[in-house]
């Protein structure tokens, strides 16, 4: 009579030693086995075998993605059989040895993921399981779409690139059809579920030997690195190295088109928090910095993805230098909301205040207060800059004066300056970062702002000359002085609008059936471009923005808001924030505030505002 095939939430696991660092490894067996009448293929045979961490054998840790597969596959484990996933399957299936057992640690087997407590604990372990194993093997599934000759063909590539041999690099990238061949299968590599997954960045970063499978397939992780960085470095090498053998074509137009595109960015993500963790044996960045550069959007909406969005925060923590001051975690018992809303705290508490800036709205969920960053949603890069890279110091020298309190679980109070409410907003100004910028709307914003300035008493008064220059500091919500590509000046408003007139025309006469001499008319303005520099930075600048209002206070500072702002909302600083923020009364409680979001108030972004006489005020925001 066949065995029946049980559930992995029925195996029934030994308790770990949490004092002693204690994991499960699975005892993979070799090929050589007895033949079992449950099916016709040959099924896997293991045992969970428990070692100390630290003190055990060499072994394997898996790195791959649970994914959506629904199909499973039996795997014996003792004298019971279980469903597993078929990916697990597959993998294991390509590190079985053929007459020596391995050992192998891969999270869906050997964590009780039906125990909470005992997830916490183990996840807590992840990187130095993962910094511990002998190799960490990174499963992108089985063998589709030419992916074991792509990854054969970037073994060897490689293998040229780090032995300085481009001419061969080159000799292997020659003919259409061959490019074309290799930039379908690479889209199709990098789009893989693997690079996807957010738990794989601890996993792929942490690893001291690291090995990326596919299929039959494995190279080494420095073989596609050295392709990823040789590539992008393309347009500079074509002009040197390249140029005296007649390669500058191939280089431009062939290898760049076959190995970038939009589905590159998390591949080329999860490659730079490797190289970035392995350039910092101490690891100094704080959560904060961690979670931005991992989650947060820059110029594009890949966003990487987990089942359970706790591990939105789980999956990184360990790679954070300040990861001791988050110690409830990891907590599985803790819901969605109070996981974010705790580390939020924290990190406020610790001085990052501007991590308000990474509160954006609408939201699709309930449940998280307005003043903590909902994980779960698309979050882009703030328009006034991270932090770290921007100039700005909007609460001048009261950097250090912040106390936090948290009356109640969704309350926090700040101390704060409240600056103006807002008088007006004009219209909204979101472009879509996967598209052309829209000319005629970007010069509608800047009229916009323009209007508002010219209207502003505290411009009047202030003596501004330069009204045009005031624009363009406002419109593009940055701190741009230190930029040498260009002086932000009436002339440069006047060159922008004149640029932005120009671009909307030719888009519009080849939208209603441009002819050759447009296109040629096109290919002209597009070296005018590059060789004004900074018109072309500025204008990329506007299309990198989002959710953007222009706005006028009652006494007359102008600004831009998020898009959701309305008049009768205040501009406030929060003391040790560096840009102000967006508040708005509640309507049943005038003493207590929600977060609207950041704010660029022409004027005070470098601390012209908070004096040592200014009124300090306590915000609660909820």
Sequence with gaps: MAQKILSLRELAYRPLAEDRHEVRLLQLKHKIHEPTPLIGDRILCCELIHVERGLCQPYIALSYSWGRNIDHAPLR???????VNATVDAALRQLQSEDTDVLVWIDQICINQQDDVEKGHQVKQMKEIYSDAETVVAWLGSTENGSDRLLRHIGRIGNFIWAGEHQRVFASHQGEEALEAIGRAFRFLCEREYWKRLWIMQEF??????RIACGDVMIWDWQLQAVLVFVNRLPAKGQDILARENAVELLSRGMTRAYISSATSFTEGVFTRRARYC???????PLIRVLVTTLVLEHDCNQPLTTDPRDRIFSVLQLASDRDDFGCFPDYTWSCEKVFREATLIMLRQGHVDLLAYCQFPRDSLGVPTWVPDLRMRILSPCTGHPWTNHFHASGKALSQQEILSPTAETIVLQGVLVDTVEACGDTWDPDWLEPIDHAAARVYLEQIRGFCENSPRLRASGETEIGAACLYIASC?????DPLMELTDKAYDAILGRLDNLAVRTQTVEEGGNAD???????????????????????RLRLLHS?????????????????AQPGDIVCIFLGGKIPYVIRRVEDDPEIYVLVGEAYVHGIMKGEFVR???EIVHIMLR
């Design 77 to 83: 484990i003792g004298d019971q059989h279980y469903h």
């Design 205 to 210: 970063a942490v690893a001291s030997r690291l």
């Design 279 to 285: 350039s910092r044996k101490d690891n100094d960045d």
């Design 478 to 482: 940055a701190d741009i002085p230190d």
């Design 518 to 540: 447009v296109h040629e008319g096109q290919d002209a303005l597009d070296h005018d471009l590059e060789s004004e520099n900074g018109v072309h930075w500025y204008i990329e």
């Design 548 to 564: 953007r209002r222009p706005f006028t206070s009652k006494t007359g500072f102008v600004g831009s808001v998020p898009q959701s």
């Design 612 to 614: 040592s006489d200014s």
